[in-house]
């Protein structure tokens, strides 16, 4: 018997992008087998290898009433259990459904919308189990995930940073698009995680990462309105991928009239 580790990884309602990271790492992938036993991962293998398990790292949000039942097995099943991205630590873009009327969607998307068993809310995994590390991003980042089982290996906290988007572009030298351009950027109040990715390609950070610690988002509130956008378009762009997260939602909800 296998005396590494086991790694499983669980889907939830999420598009897999993160789960993809983990297969992404290519080439370090060799070595994260070596060190754990990924013993569930359908998305990689069809052989499951039955828990309990060391590391569980869970993707997606609860939506539905079954997955709401799931997710506490999982949780049975896992000694840490760690979500990864937006879905699993925000709820994801389908938490935009928490600020509308469910039934009606439904009734819009489905020809038969009475067979569809569904919550009237998307929301994070932490809201539901206990979750020992939130890993942020849209989709994750392979090095931050790398970093956080290489963490659990260890026996140590994940070394990931809480600050904004905006001490990685003065890491890389990129020029702040909002002071040489006016143009509107999330990066002082998102998660670090991306490497300043959109600021580098001359464009305002979309907030894909969530909120980083202690977001001033009263003060950006007021540089967003001097960049020329109204309320409406305040309330949309905190309203993505992170719409649910509280810091985002009560920046959004600051502007609803
Ligand atoms: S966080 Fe983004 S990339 Fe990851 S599963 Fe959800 S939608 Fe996909
Ligand atoms: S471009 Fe955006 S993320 Fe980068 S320093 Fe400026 S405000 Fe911050």
């Known amino acids: 018997m296998?005396?590494?580790?086991?790694?499983?990884?669980?889907?939830?309602?999420?598009?897999d992008g993160c789960q993809l990271s983990l297969l992404d790492c290519e080439d370090e992938l060799l070595?994260?087998?070596?060190?754990?036993?990924?013993?569930?991962f359908a998305e990689g293998s069809t052989a499951m290898v039955d828990g309990p398990y060391d590391l569980s790292l869970v993707e997606g949000s609860i939506t539905t009433p079954s997955d709401a039942?799931?997710?506490?097995?999982?949780?049975?099943?896992?000694?840490?259990l760690?979500?990864?991205?937006?879905?699993?630590?925000?709820?994801?873009?389908?938490?935009?459904?928490?600020?509308?009327?469910?039934?009606?969607?439904?009734?819009?998307?489905?020809?038969?919308?009475?067979?569809?068993?569904?919550?009237?809310?998307?929301?994070?995994?932490?809201?539901?189990?206990?979750?020992?590390?939130?890993?942020?991003?849209?989709?994750?980042?392979?090095?931050?995930?790398?970093?956080?089982i290489t963490a659990f290996l260890a026996d140590r906290r994940p070394r990931i940073p809480g600050h904004s988007v905006c001490i990685e572009c003065k890491r890389r030298g990129t020029v702040c698009v909002t002071v040489?351009?006016?143009?509107?950027?999330?990066?002082?109040?998102?998660?670090?995680?991306?490497?300043?990715?959109?600021?580098?390609?001359?464009?305002?950070?979309?907030?894909?990462?969530g909120p980083a610690e202690q977001p001033n988002t009263a003060a950006l509130g007021d540089l967003?309105?001097?960049?020329?956008?109204?309320?409406?378009?305040?309330v949309r762009v905190y309203r993505t991928f992170n719409a649910a997260a509280p810091e985002f939602r009560q920046a959004g909800e600051a502007h609803e009239r």
């Open 69 to 80: 039942e799931r997710i506490q097995d999982v949780r049975r099943a896992s000694r840490t």
């Open 180 to 209: 040489a351009h006016g143009t509107p950027c999330l990066g002082p109040v998102t998660h670090a995680g991306c490497g300043a990715l959109c600021p580098a390609y001359d464009r305002g950070c979309y907030g894909c990462f």
């Open 82 to 148: 760690v979500t990864i991205g937006a879905c699993a630590t925000s709820g994801g873009i389908q938490a935009l459904r928490n600020f509308a009327d469910v039934e009606e969607f439904t009734s819009l998307v489905y020809a038969t919308p009475e067979y569809i068993s569904t919550l009237e809310t998307s929301t994070a995994i932490a809201d539901h189990v206990q979750v020992d590390f939130e890993l942020r991003g849209c989709p994750i980042s392979k090095q931050q995930l790398l970093e956080v």
């Open 31 to 40: 070595a994260v087998a070596a060190g754990v036993e990924i013993a569930n």
């Open 2 to 15: 296998s005396e590494r580790p086991k790694l499983a990884v669980w889907k939830f309602a999420s598009c």
């Open 224 to 234: 967003l309105v001097d960049q020329g956008m109204d309320d409406m378009d305040i």
